[in-house]
Nanobody, 123 residues
Framework: QVQLVESGGGLVQAGGSLRLSCAAS????????MGWFRQAPGKEREFVAA????????YYADSVKGRFTISRDAGKNTEYLQLVSLKPEDAAVYYC????????????????WGQGTQVTVSS
């Protein structure tokens, strides 16, 4: 059974930066696409970014393009999300996800999900 554990969330001022990590255990995810979603209070969970198993293909939501960067380290079985130029509207619980199909990650129908890490942005 795969477990995904996010870390790196916290409180940051608008314009600041954070790096989120998602560590996988239970199975090597070198053939899994991975991604990030977020959910703010009172809103539906929304797609943020995805990365293919090879790392060569990435895809971002328009709202974060140019500010967030997704990456992965196969040797550490970990994916990352670098967040820069944070805005108050970026505040949410951020979830990582993994699936064998890239499109399943993008659509939000991933097989595996983490428990989330809170990002709070003060204005």
């Amino acid at each position: 059974q795969v477990q995904l554990v996010e870390s790196g969330g916290g409180l940051v001022q608008a314009g600041g930066s954070l790096r989120l990590s998602c560590a996988a255990s239970g199975r090597t995810l070198d053939r899994y696409a991975m991604g990030w979603f977020r959910q703010a209070p009172g809103k539906e969970r929304e797609f943020v970014a995805a990365i293919s198993w090879s790392g060569y293909t990435t895809y971002y939501a328009d709202s974060v393009k140019g500010r967030f960067t997704i990456s992965r380290d196969a040797g550490k079985n970990t994916e990352y999300l670098q967040l820069v130029s944070l805005k108050p509207e970026d505040a949410a619980v951020y979830y990582c996800a993994a699936d064998t199909e890239f499109q399943s990650v993008v659509r939000g129908s991933s097989e595996y999900w983490g428990q989330g890490t809170q990002v709070t942005v003060s204005s």
